[in-house]
């Protein structure tokens, strides 16, 4: 008795990796339509690490900075947390009223490795 041939089908599997993102934001000092506006500062947060810092800023407003980092912003009536919901925080930054007409960017999303 003959055997039959078994027929097997090789599939390739592509796995991306997934890379983690960095969400970068910039404040400015609102000065138009008159002047250019200033920028102040750039916060960055990473998934990697689930936290927000402040990577730069102009001197003549890190104290500023350095407190609009350390709390909650409100966006409509919803009050976004900085330490519960980072990624939130820093992506919601641009809808939020920031005071001493400091404006923010909408967050740039790059590649930790960038």
Not at 24 to 52: C, D, Q
Not at 60 to 69: K, R, S, V
């Amino acid at each position: 008795m003959a055997k039959a041939k078994k027929s097997t089908t090789t599939k390739k599997v592509t796995v991306e990796k997934q890379v983690p993102k960095r969400y970068e934001v910039e404040i400015y000092m609102k000065r138009e339509p008159h002047n250019k506006n200033i920028l102040t500062a750039r916060f960055g947060y990473w998934e990697s690490t689930n936290e927000v810092k402040l990577i730069e800023y102009t001197p003549n407003y890190g104290a500023d900075m350095e407190d609009l980092i350390m709390g909650d912003i409100l966006v409509g009536k919803a009050n976004i947390s900085l330490a519960n919901t980072p990624k939130e925080w820093i992506t919601n930054l641009h809808k939020a009223t920031l005071g001493k007409r400091y404006i923010a960017s909408e967050a740039r999303i790059l590649n930790e490795t960038e």
